[in-house]
């Protein structure tokens, strides 16, 4: 089930499109036993927690400061935005995912499991069985995955590090992972390019 700020009646193509189906804000929540988040980072604190409350939520958000403006402990690296998404729905199990892909490649890059030609994506969250849920998911739609650690060390995965949105086997996701510091950072959307190389 979709929904979108705007409501379901502005989601019509949608439904016919992929034969789905949208539903308001409340009903999607619940509609689901995983649902994706995906609102600008200036949003975040919009977000249902009672109706998310004991749900798998998949935070695919990314902090864009052109966009959402600055938020302080994301600047000062005290926070990650899966930490900020898990404060603002605490009875929900947060795991961050399909953010590192650009959505043409999750489109047009799904391969079965085995193929020289699969890519990885990476996923992070506190929460072991929600988390191998969500790598199932993954695996399922025709990706490889790579555990990033805790929603605490899911920055390695956030906008402008080396492995966001950059389409990588599982063994360089894996060690362009462990290779990345705090310091670690790429030019802003230099991964548009790079994908499309």
Known sequence: MLNNS??????????AALRCNVGTVQEAAQFGDMVAVAVPMSAWRELPAEALAGKIVMDIMN??????GLIE????????????IARQLPASRVIKAFNAIMANDLERNPR???SSERFALPI?????QAKAQVAALVEEIGFDVVDAGSLAESWRIER?????????????LHSTLAATTRDSWV???SWRAAAQA
Do not use: F, V, W
């Not at 992070?124 to 072991?128: L, M, T, V, Y």
């Open 6 to 15: 705007r409501g379901p009646q502005n989601l019509r193509s949608a439904l």
């Open 63 to 68: 902090h864009y400061p052109d966009r959402d």
């Open 73 to 84: 402990e994301l600047e000062q690296g005290a926070s990650t935005t899966s930490e900020l």
């Open 112 to 114: 079965p499991a085995g």
């Open 124 to 128: 992070a969250g506190d929460d072991a």
């Open 160 to 172: 402008a590090r080396p492995a966001y949105c950059i389409p990588m086997d599982k063994a360089t």
């Open 187 to 189: 030019g802003e959307y």
